[in-house]
Structures are given as C-alpha cells and as structure tokens.
C-alpha cells in the first residue's frame, strides 16, 4: 500500500514526483512505453525558463527524473492495464506485474500525436510515414519532405527537417495556419520551406521502392493532385492518453480529464489530474510542469485530510 502513484512521466508527472518525494511522501512513479513523455521526441526547447541557450527535450526530461529520484521516487516501468478507483484503497494494475493500491492517484499520462486515417498512412509507418521528426528525421537525408499541419507542432517539424531534407513542403487543410507568429515567421524565412495551403490530405501514395507523395484535394480547383515526396511528417495534434480510464473517472467529449477550474481534482476526491491529459488549452511543457506542482500540492492537502472537496456535476469546457 502507498500513500500515492503518479501515472505517466512527462514534465507534469515528474514535477508531481519531485514535490511529493521532497515532502516524504515516496511516491510511486509508473512509466509507460514513453518514458519522459513528448518532450523526448522534441529537439531544442528554448521556452522553458532557466535555460537562456536552450536545452534538448530529452536532457531536460532526464534531468526531471533524477530530481525526483534524488528525493526518493520510486519508478516502476509497464502500461497501466485498469484502474480501480470505486473503492478506497485506489487500484492501480500495471502489465505484468501485480496490483498497486496507493491512497491518492495523480493522473498525467499526456497525449499522443493524431493520426490523418487517410489509406497509406498506418501502412507506411516507418516507411516513409512519421509523427516524429526528432526521431526519423535524420533518415531522410537529401530526400524532400511534407510536413502535414498548420500548428506549431509542423512549423517546429518543418524547420527541424530542412537540417536534413532538400525540400520541405507544408501541406494544410486551410488557407490559414494556426501556428504563433513566430513559429510561422521562422518557417517562412526558410527557403527550404514551401507551402501547399488549402489541400486537403487524401492518400499516402506508395510505389514499390518507397513513398511517391501525398495525394491532396486543392480546396480552390476542386482537383486532386499528387504531392511528391520521400516521406511525410503528420503533425496534426495530439489525442488525451485516457483510455485505460474511461469510466472510471470523468473525461470530457474529446477523452481529456475534466479537472476543477483552478485545482487538479478529478470527479473522484483523492484522484488528480495534470499536465496535457487535461489541458485543451495551453499544453506547454511549463504548464504542464506547473500543474504537476498543483497536483502534488492538492494530493498533499488531500492526504492531510484537510481539504476533500465533493463534487460531482459535470462541468462544460
Ligand atoms: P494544433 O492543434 O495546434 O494544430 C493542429 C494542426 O493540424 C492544425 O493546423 C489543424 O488544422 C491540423 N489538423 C488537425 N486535424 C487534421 C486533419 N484531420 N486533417 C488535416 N489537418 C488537420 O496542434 P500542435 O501539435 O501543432 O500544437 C499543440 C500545442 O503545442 C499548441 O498549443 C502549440 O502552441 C504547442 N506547441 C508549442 C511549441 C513551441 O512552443 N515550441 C512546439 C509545438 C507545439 P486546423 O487549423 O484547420 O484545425
């Protein structure tokens, strides 16, 4: 039995971690298959303060862990089956291994990157398909690229890629991208970067020795058209990490955990949530971080007994 488990290992839960570990109260820390979270799929984070030249996503999810570590956090490694959280203690079961049953639960498994759906996407998967160009970036060396989106997630991308590919060209839906003006401004000033506006994606188009393109709908002619390339970036967003949880705690329409406004607490008292598994809104490695430092601080008080909130109506996001 433990006082408390932290689910997932991102900049929320390992900030969770270290407040919980620096107030004794030994945390449980489950990793799942990726450890660290998104920020281990990054390059260069430069807006994560205390880091005026930057820092590698990894290095900085690396140095979370050990903080935590160094107060006496406990990480256990494995997928987080079920839970069980009708009854006090919470149960936690975690592929193969046995049941964890902890007092309070802090929640902060993050999301994953979205995938199109389109046919060609799933079977081209690590051939010539990605969602991550940190990782598969570098294989494409002297090829030409397309990044799909117009978030910051494919500015970011498209940029990174042009270290490598001769050609970048970022395909999105709309007319518009939704990225910051900054991330725009620094794809734009790339002369490796080109756009392909207003196409809607239709198909992953594969020949035999690797990927031909992206065929696209011109939203402006009407007309398909085949975008070549040798690889192709989805970068269209991310999905709330919560399937283990449905039903047992309440999620909202898109599958995020709704939280208190202005607290951590979940419809469950003694079960919290932080970090990208119930942010719509910012989801920044900081704020994240910063909410996982309110987890812990609302776990605290939980476990002291002296704040247990009851409330059980739905709330709209
Ligand atoms: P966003 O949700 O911001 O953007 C997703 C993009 O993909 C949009 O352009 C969207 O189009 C498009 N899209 C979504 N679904 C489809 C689809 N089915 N077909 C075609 N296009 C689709 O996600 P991001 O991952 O870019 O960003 C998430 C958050 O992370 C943001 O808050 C962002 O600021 C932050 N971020 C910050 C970074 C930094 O500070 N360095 C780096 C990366 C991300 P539409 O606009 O039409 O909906």
Known sequence: MHRTVVIGTGPSGLTAAIYLARANLNPIVIEGLQPGGQLTTTTEI?????????????????????????FGAQFVNGWVDAVDFSQRPFKITVEGSDTIEADSVIIS??????????????????????????CDGFFF????????????????????????????????????????????????ENEKVSWALNRKPLEVVAGET????????????????????D???????????????????????HGYVV?????????????????????????????????GCMAAMDCEKYLEGSVVHDWSETLDR
């Open 46 to 70: 430069e807006n994560f303060p205390g880091f005026p030249q930057g820092i590698m996503g990894p290095e900085l999810m690396d140095n979370m862990r050990k903080q935590a570590e160094r």
């Open 109 to 134: 498994t993050g999301a994953s990157a979205r995938y199109l759906g389109i046919p060609g996407e799933q079977d081209n998967i690590g051939r010539g398909v990605s969602t991550c160009a940190t």
């Open 141 to 188: 060396r002297g090829k030409k690229l397309i990044v799909i989106g117009g978030g910051d997630s494919a500015m970011e991308e498209a940029s990174f890629l042009t270290r490598f590919a001769t050609d970048v060209k970022v395909v999105n839906r709309r007319d518009e991208l939704r990225a910051s003006k900054i991330m725009q401004d620094r794809a734009r």
């Open 210 to 229: 690797g990927l031909k393109g992206l065929k696209v709908l011109n939203n402006e002619t009407g007309q398909e058209e085949l975008i070549e390339a």
């Open 231 to 253: 690889g192709v970036f989805v970068a269209i967003g991310h999905t709330p990490n919560t399937t283990f949880l449905q039903g047992h705690v309440e999620l909202d329409g």
């Open 259 to 291: 939280v208190k406004p202005g607290t951590t607490e979940t419809n469950i008292p003694g079960v919290f949530a932080c970090g990208d598994v119930q942010d719509t809104k910012y989801r920044q490695a900081i704020t994240a971080a910063g909410s």
